[in-house]
C-alpha cells in the first residue's frame, strides 16, 4: 500500500495520532527518507537514490513507503496530510488476507485496550 506522502510532502518525524506504533514510526519515517533522491538528483530526469545509489523509486524506499501506507491506512490512524493523495484502494482479493504489519498492529491495539480495561 503506498503511503500518502511526497518529495515535497515527506512522513513526519513524529507519527500521526493512530499509529499503532510509535517508536515503529519513527524508523520507518527515517529510512524513507534516507532512500530518497539527493537535492541535486530531485530535478533530472532519472534520479538515483540518495542512499543505495539505485535508480529511484528503489526497492527499500519502495518497502518503507508501504510500512507507512500500512500504519497510516489502520482504522483509526490520522488522515494524511491536506494536498496528499491517498493510498490506492486494496483489491478484493487482498482484503481477506490482512499484511503483518496491519496484523501487528491489531493485536497491539487489542493488548492496549485489555491493559485499559483492567485498570
Known amino acids: 500500500m503506498r503511503s500518502p ?3 515535497d510532502n515527506p512522513p513526519p518525524d513524529e507519527p500521526p495520532s493512530g499509529v499503532p506504533v510509535p517508536s515503529l ?3 520507518q519515517a527515517r529510512w524513507w527518507r534516507r532512500h530518497t533522491p539527493a537535492l541535486d538528483q530531485r530535478s533530472v530526469r532519472r534520479p538515483v537514490c540518495g542512499h543505495c545509489g539505485q535508480a529511484w523509486p528503489c526497492h527499500s524506499w519502495a ?3 508501504g510500512q507507512l501506507g500500512e500504519a497510516v491506512g ?3 490512524a490520522a488522515e494524511p496530510m491536506s494536498g496528499a493523495t491517498g493510498p490506492r484502494p486494496v483489491p ?6 490482512p499484511s503483518p504489519i496491519r496484523a501487528r ?3 497491539l491495539a487489542a493488548r492496549q485496550q485489555r491493559q ?3 485498570a
Do not use: F, H, I, N
Not at 478484493?92 to 488476507?97: A, L
Open 105 to 107: 498492529g491489531r493485536q
Open 92 to 97: 478484493e482479493s487482498r482484503m481477506s488476507e
Open 116 to 118: 485499559k480495561s483492567a
Open 25 to 27: 514510526w519513527r524508523v
Open 74 to 76: 489502520l482504522p483509526g
Open 63 to 65: 518497502c518503507w513507503d
Open 5 to 7: 506522502y511526497t518529495l
